[in-house]
């Protein structure tokens, strides 16, 4: 068990459907970051969030956006959802500052079926 | 921008016996490090390995080690002792320090241990 958990673990909806996924990150990290894991795309980064603020973005649609809230848990939200959007969504979190900074904990993922 | 190459999709190997699974990076950074993550069926993403590119001495993990050869840019993991739970998918990783600190993977490699 890594610490960090994410909900839902399973999410099945419709097309032009908005889903929210959410995250929290190991207790003392401030570093929350997202991935999607598709068959055709791979491991790809989304977005970084250090925080409470947004510190890089990735390969993520204009459809998809996140937050980090002051509690440090964070949130994917995805909306006008495609076929294509079905994917695994990895959070990992880590610990600017701490120890082995650069070291990311990933959370069990949610798997998001679009049909 | 950096690159992982796992050139070899799939492997497999017998159980007790020794497999080494091949990664290559390419960047112009310095101040880097390198990661296997192993990816079981249970799609969890487990942190196996890290490498500080800057220690020439390479990390070690009990039955899990690495050559890590800086200068080909090639970041190899052994794994001694093959046991059935090792069966998964095994991805290798880069991170920047101070870049945009997002994990870049390769595509992974699926390893198989047989009884």
């Known amino acids: 068990d890594s610490g960090v958990t994410q909900t839902p673990k399973h999410l099945i909806t419709a097309t032009g459907q908005r889903v929210t996924l959410r995250c929290s990150p190991r207790?003392?990290?401030?570093?929350v970051y997202w991935y999607q894991q598709s068959l055709d795309q791979g491991l790809q980064f989304l977005i970084h969030y250090y925080n409470g603020e947004e510190r890089a973005k990735g390969n993520i649609l204009e459809r998809f956006s996140a937050q980090q809230f002051p509690d440090l848990h964070s949130e994917l939200n995805l909306s006008s959802l495609e076929l294509g959007d079905s994917a695994l969504y990895f959070c990992a979190s880590s610990n600017p500052g701490g120890i082995r900074t650069d070291t990311q904990y990933f959370g069990p993922g949610t798997r998001l079926t679009v049909l | 921008a950096q690159t992982v190459t796992q050139s070899q999709p799939e492997m497999s190997v017998q159980e007790a016996e020794t497999v080494t699974l091949s990664c290559t990076y390419d960047?112009?950074?310095?101040?880097?490090?390198l990661f296997w993550y192993k990816q079981p069926p249970s799609r969890q993403m487990i942190l196996v390995i890290r490498?500080?590119?800057?220690?020439?001495q390479n990390a070690t993990e009990n039955r899990f080690s690495v050559n890590f050869q800086k200068a080909a840019k090639s970041f190899s993991l052994k794994i001694s002792d093959s046991q059935l739970g090792d069966t998964a998918m095994y991805f290798c990783a880069f991170f920047h320090q101070g870049g945009s600190e997002k994990l870049v993977f390769g595509k992974g490699m699926k390893l198989t241990v047989n009884p």
């Open positions: 960047t112009s950074e310095s101040n880097y490090y």
């Open positions: 490498q500080e590119a800057y220690k020439q």
């Open positions: 207790s003392g990290d401030l570093s």
